[in-house]
């Protein structure tokens, strides 16, 4: 099991910016698929981003395509997630996921590695 740790979230207003990182430890890095899962109060925990070593390819939920992007540093065993024109419904724990398997949704039943979240809040 790979340890995770987020960081980077914060108090932002309504259009700002903020970049979250999730370090990873573990010699394997690479081998990984890293996510970023959200929640928000008395909501369920649902799929933002992940990003797969193997052949590159990202994935967007619909609600932030366009806005964040997200980034791996396998030097750094970090993956970053840049999220751009935040909205007030973009407010939730976020949380930092991992899985050495191939996965064909973005569930969270998918990831077997999990950070302990990190706060971010939009004002309006």
């Known amino acids: 099991e790979v340890q995770l740790v987020e960081s980077g979230g914060g108090l932002v207003q309504t259009g700002g910016s903020l970049r979250l990182s999730c370090a990873a430890s573990?010699?394997?890095?690479?081998?990984?698929?890293i996510g970023w899962f959200r929640q928000a109060p008395g909501m369920e925990r649902e799929g933002v981003s992940y990003?797969?070593?193997?052949?590159?390819?990202?994935y967007y939920a619909d609600s932030v395509k366009g806005r964040f992007t997200i980034s791996r540093d396998n030097a750094k065993n970090t993956v970053y997630l840049q999220m751009d024109s935040l909205k007030p419904e973009d407010t939730a724990v976020y949380y930092c996921?991992?899985?050495?398997?191939?996965?064909?949704?973005?569930?969270?039943?998918?990831?077997?590695?999990w950070g302990q979240g990190t706060q971010v809040t939009v004002s309006s």
């Open positions: 996921a991992a899985t050495a398997f191939s996965i064909t949704t973005m569930t969270t039943l998918e990831f077997g590695s």
């Open positions: 573990t010699s394997t890095f690479d081998n990984y698929i």
């Open positions: 990003i797969n070593h193997f052949d590159g390819s990202t």
